[in-house]
């Protein structure tokens, strides 16, 4: 597997995102899921991404139990915190307070069953706290062990500049794709002035851009897709349509349209890590053939000619999570 660096941390140029394991897509097999994980190691991936409020500790039980029989020293696990729910499993803001920080890092070290966690970042901005104190508790935790590295996830450029002035960055996390590329504006370059890397999540644009959608495909209330405002109505149709002319360059490249995607996104920079949201051994195995695709110049042209900038329809999240989201602002 070939490594990427983000800031001063080395991981696999691909991670595999835990959280569709949890519930966020609906209902996910947890023997699959392990067996899942336990490919992408052997695979050579070496990134886990979770965050304690995925199946409300669920995925990180599940990263626990599935590196049981590993080494955890060869694993890079990225835990976000700080997203507060209800018994309702609804979305209820964000903590940054200091200490809500070390009790949400106490709590996410007991179920991942480690003494430390490799990344450690906030899922969001909060507004009501400096961000120079919610990365000033992380550092405290980082002088006493419990923490290796920061990031951060969906920060504006303000935020990031802050946050790196408290301490290193080694990367961002946020939405990067052919269909979501808003970060290449001011936030990318930022990143790249300051030394810090991208963990690039939703690079199949949560399963739309994957080339097995539907536009008949049912999901359950619980599944963010039934709310993701791309997978609605005349947006999907449009988002859909994108997708085949995708489709189109992908099987005359001889590759699949998720490895295409995928492809692109690593295409953009040395300093950029897809984060993989598979589930199944089967998708798995398809993401890693991206690693394979040689992508020329004229054949990346082709690619954003089929999926122009700018051209999805609808926002990433639904009205009430985007106002949450820092680097939309
Ligand atoms: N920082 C943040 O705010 C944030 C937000 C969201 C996610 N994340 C992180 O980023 C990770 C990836 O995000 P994501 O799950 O939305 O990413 P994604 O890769 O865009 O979507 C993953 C979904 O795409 C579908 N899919 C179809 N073909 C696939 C293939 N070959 N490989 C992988 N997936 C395929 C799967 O859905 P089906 O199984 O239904 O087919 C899968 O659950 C998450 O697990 C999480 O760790 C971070």
């Known amino acids: 597997m070939r490594e990427r660096t983000l800031g001063s941390l080395t991981t696999s140029a691909l991670g595999l995102g835990c959280m569709s394991m949890s519930g966020m897509y609906g209902p996910a097999d947890e023997t699959e899921s392990i067996a899942t994980i336990h490919a992408a190691l052997d695979a050579g991936i070496t990134l886990l991404d979770t965050g304690d409020f995925y199946g409300m500790g669920h995925n ?47 709590y996410s070290l007991r179920r991942l069953g480690t003494d430390h966690i490799d990344v450690y970042r906030m899922a969001r901005v909060d507004p009501a706290v400096p961000i120079e104190d919610t990365i000033g508790a992380i550092a405290e935790m980082v002088q006493a062990g419990h923490v290796r590295h920061i990031g951060l996830s969906e920060a504006g450029p303000e935020a990031i500049r802050r946050a790196a002035a408290v301490h290193p960055i080694v990367d961002l996390q946020i939405e990067y794709s052919l269909l979501s590329r808003g970060i290449e504006k001011e936030i990318l370059p930022v990143c790249r002035e300051l030394g810090i890397g991208i963990t690039a999540y939703g690079v199949l644009s949560r399963g739309l851009l994957s080339g097995h959608w539907t536009r008949d495909r049912k999901v359950g209330a619980d599944d963010f897709r039934a709310r993701g405002p791309r997978f609605q109505g005349e ?44 589930r199944t051994r089967e998708r798995l195995n398809e993401a890693l053939g991206a690693l394979d695709v040689a992508f020329t110049e004229e054949d990346l042209a082709a690619v954003e000619q089929a999926v122009p900038a700018d051209a999805a329809a609808g926002d990433r999240y639904p009205t009430a999570q985007m106002a949450h989201l820092d680097s939309e602002r």
């Open 235 to 278: 947006n999907l149709d449009h988002n859909l349509a994108l997708v085949e002319a995708l489709r189109g360059v992908a099987e005359s490249r001889g590759v699949s349209v998720a490895q295409a995607a995928i492809a692109w996104v690593l295409a953009r920079g040395e300093d950029i890590v897809p984060l993989v949201g598979a």
């Open 60 to 106: 990180e039980m599940l990263i626990r139990d599935a590196l049981r029989d590993r080494d955890r020293d060869q694993v890079t696990i990225s835990v976000k915190f700080g997203a507060l729910r209800d018994p309702g499993q609804n979305w209820a803001g964000y903590d940054g307070r200091p200490a809500a920080v070390r009790n949400f890092l106490a």
